[in-house]
Each structure stands twice: as structure tokens, then as C-alpha cells.
């Protein structure tokens, strides 16, 4: 696609409930990574891909979270057991490659509330 | 303390002002510098990129980098309302990461 694509683009979730949410990076776009974005804060590192392989998840907050990439492009990220402090911006990136120089795309965020 | 830290602002100018954006940083370790323009609702967007210390410009915008003091700066020239934004630095540790580590961002109104 032309950019990076997040769904849903707003999510409501009872506490307790699990939440997906999923990117679609860039294609072609090897690299995929996932922040998580506070109202007035930068973008907080979760976890990257490259490919199908998860290369660093020490952002994930704790074991409620995961994320998974299995064929190397869609990438879905997992929240179970959501609590009132999940809530955020979810992005997503991509890069062409990883490392050195290459500029990352975001998506436009999935913003979820949890209530 | 975080490992970088950027003064929200926000900060408000008149246009055709010369505006300076900082960030510092702890760790010595990182090698590669950004600054990321956020418009309100939308998602960061690269503006400038530099490898280590040094100074970088494209077009109205100038990227300091020094290494030795740990503080990196954005300059903008003849600053115009469409640069209303929050602008965010970011940086990487050299080697095979790609984790990125952000400031909390600064908040800029250019005001016509």
C-alpha cells in the first residue's frame, strides 16, 4: 500500500477484555515496529521485526503483551486482559531494511481506550 | 531521569522568526540523531537524519549534533505557519538496533 495502515483506527474495550491490533507496513518494507504513543509524550519503543523474526520486545510492558508477525508483513499486536493504564496510541513503522540510515514510516496510530 | 529529555514547550513565534529546538541526552552510546515533525492527529514524520556529531541542512532547517555535550538542536529559518507541529528528536545506538528512543517532543505554533 501507499503507507502504513493501522486497524482499527479507534478501539473501545472493557477492562479485562483482549484487544487486536494490526498493521499493515508499507510493502515491501522489511522491518516493522511497534510503539506506543501518550497524549503529550513521544512515541514509547515496544518491539521490531525483521521479517518474520522478532529481533527486540524489551518495550513490551509486561506478559499481557505480544505481537507476532508470521509471514513477514501483517503484524498484529495483542493486549490481553486490557487495564485503564493500556490506554494509548498504538503505532506502527516500517522500514525498508533495518539498521543504519533507513527512514521509518509511521501509520496512524490505533488509539484505544479502555474502560 | 530519562535517556533523553526535550522541553515541551509549547512555544509560540511570530512568522519569519529563527526558531532553536533541543534535546540532551544520557547515553553515550547513541550514534544517530533525528528529528521527526508530528502534525496534531497524524502520525511522526522524518525531517532530518544525522550520523554523529556535525551539522546537516536542508533547505530551512539546520540538525546540530554534539556528541561531547550531549545535546542535539533543530534550527528553523524563516519559520512559516505550516511549521506548526510538535517536533520530536529521536535516536539510535549504533550497531544492528533499530530501537528508537524519543523525546517527549516541543510543541511549536508559528504565529502569522
Known amino acids: 500500500g501507499a503507507g502504513v495502515s493501522q486497524s482499527p483506527r479507534y478501539k473501545v474495550t472493557k477492562r479485562g477484555q483482549d484487544v487486536a491490533l494490526r498493521c499493515d507496513p508499507i510493502?515491501?518494507?522489511?522491518?516493522l515496529y511497534w510503539y506506543r504513543q501518550a497524549l503529550g509524550q513521544g512515541p514509547e519503543f515496544l518491539t521490531y521485526?525483521?521479517?518474520?523474526?522478532?529481533?527486540?520486545k524489551s518495550g513490551l510492558p509486561n506478559d499481557r503483551f505480544s505481537a507476532e508477525r508470521p509471514e513477514g508483513s501483517i503484524s498484529t499486536l495483542t493486549i490481553q486482559r486490557t487495564e485503564q493504564r493500556d490506554s494509548a496510541m498504538y503505532r506502527c513503522a516500517s522500514s525498508l531494511v533495518g539498521g543504519s540510515g533507513n527512514t521509518i514510516y509511521f501509520g496512524e496510530g490505533s488509539w484505544l481506550t479502555v474502560v | 531521569q530519562k535517556e533523553v529529555e526535550q522541553d515541551p514547550g509549547p512555544l509560540s513565534v511570530p512568522e519569519g522568526a529563527i526558531v532553536s529546538l533541543n534535546c540532551t541526552y544520557s547515553n553515550s552510546a547513541f550514534q544517530y540523531f533525528m528529528w521527526y515533525r508530528q502534525y496534531s492527529r497524524k502520525g511522526p514524520e522524518l525531517l532530518m537524519y544525522t550520523y554523529s556529531s556535525g551539522n546537516k541542512e536542508d533547505g530551512r532547517f539546520t540538525a546540530q549534533v554534539d556528541k561531547s555535550s550531549k545535546y542535539i538542536s533543530l534550527f528553523i529559518r524563516d519559520s512559516q505557519p505550516s511549521d506548526s507541529a510538535t517536533y520530536l528528536c529521536?535516536?539510535?545506538?549504533?550497531?544492528?538496533?533499530?530501537?528508537?528512543?524519543f523525546g517527549t517532543g516541543t510543541l511549536l505554533a508559528v504565529q502569522p
Open positions: 510493502s515491501g518494507h522489511v522491518s
Open positions: 521485526f525483521n521479517y518474520e523474526a522478532q529481533q527486540d
Open positions: 529521536a535516536m539510535k545506538e549504533g550497531g544492528a538496533t533499530n530501537k528508537l528512543i
